[in-house]
């Protein structure tokens, strides 16, 4: 697979205590023909230094930096600087198996109409320590409306692709490709990992980029989702990444950004879907479930009028889902009483449970 150029999108902010190992899973990678873009979006912790020495004045690694403006944009000013044939993206506390760039350019061989491919991941720790081997499937939620067979319309054995390193399919359970078309059911949820991701340029070029709207989460299932849109896709059903879970500074603790920028995301595809190939019997699921997240969340703040408003949207679509009604209850009762009862509840539960 030489001569085809990957290029390797590596935001960062502030992650110097682990940087290095992230950079040293690109430099094992056994597809040699890449360039990293390293978007230092306005560390103070030294990272452009320690980055300098490292690579030794290897002419792959390509760094920028830019004032502080999220991982959006710190994406996107990547991806205008990609000169690659293929786009990937790596979160700068993650890290790659040696062949997960060689498995990609295999699949893309094989099917030359499919513009992304994805894979699983195993979920290690901060230090490193294994926690779940196939990890996709339980951080995205979407995959339990699915069947495999079904959402996909075509799959073969990863063996059986050309150029595929055994290293690939080689696991515990068996491992396939899985291709198609999935525009429509991925409005019930994401499906792809920002990390384990390959684009084709010419697919890149059609999605646009990031939104830059969707502030502190949502801005890659609003990405995977056009990505998506604009035709075949495909997963190697294989974990050719390691993601790390529990770091203290990811940025979605203690606020219902996820929740709105999720809604916001189906909303802006239904509006886009001037073909009609949305179902609306998923459109209608996605959006009752949406707004009842966004209510508990909203729960989680105190925000009475919050929660009322989104548990009244939802319940014009399960009129009688009885956990509604009870949030719409509970959120008239003011923020210092409400603390007290449940705390009180939670108590006597306890007490019971002993």
């Not at 560390?43 to 030794?56: C, E, I, P």
């Not at 684009?199 to 989702?225: I, M, P």
């Amino acid at each position: 697979m030489s001569g085809q150029l990957v290029s390797i999108l590596v935001p960062t902010y502030n992650r110097a205590d682990c940087l290095l190992e992230t950079l040293d899973c690109v430099l094992a990678q056994t597809h040699k023909d890449w360039e990293l873009i390293l978007i230092d979006d306005g560390s103070t912790d030294g990272t452009g230094d320690l980055v300098a020495a490292h690579f030794h004045g290897d002419t792959r690694l390509r760094y920028i930096y830019q004032q502080n403006a999220g991982v959006s944009h710190a994406r996107n000013t990547g991806l205008r600087a990609a000169k690659g044939d293929f786009i990937t993206f790596l979160d700068s506390d993650d890290l790659w198996m040696p062949w997960k760039l060689e498995a990609q350019l295999a699949c893309m061989a094989a099917r030359p109409e499919v513009g992304m491919v994805w894979t699983d991941m195993e979920a290690i720790d901060h230090e490193g320590h294994l926690l779940e081997s196939r990890h996709l499937r339980t951080m995205y939620s979407a995959y339990r409306y699915h069947h495999m067979e079904t959402l996909f319309e075509g799959n073969l054995p990863a063996a059986a692709v050309p150029g595929m390193p055994a290293a690939a399919y080689q696991q515990e359970t068996p491992v396939r490709l899985y291709f198609g078309d999935i525009f429509a059911p991925m409005i019930l949820g994401s499906l792809v990992h920002t990390s384990t991701v390959m684009l084709r340029r010419e697919r890149a070029l059609l999605v646009a980029g990031f939104d830059e709207t969707l502030k502190r989460s949502g801005e890659d299932y609003d990405f995977h989702l056009r990505t998506c849109k604009e035709g075949p896709v495909a997963l190697l059903d294989a974990p050719a990444i390691r993601y790390r879970k529990g770091r203290a500074d990811r940025l979605t603790r203690h606020t219902d950004a996820s929740a709105i920028n999720f809604l916001a995301t189906v909303e802006k595809a239904v509006a886009s879907d001037t073909e009609g190939r949305l179902r609306k019997q998923d459109v209608e699921l996605v959006r009752r479930e949406a707004n009842e997240w966004i209510a508990e969340e909203k729960f989680k703040l105190r925000d009475g009028r919050g929660v009322r408003q989104h548990v009244f949207r939802a319940l014009r679509r399960n009129p009688r889902k009885r956990r509604l009604v009870v949030l719409v209850v509970l959120s008239y009762i003011p923020p210092a009483l409400l603390d007290l009862v449940l705390r009180s509840y939670r108590s006597a539960k306890a007490k019971l449970r002993g």
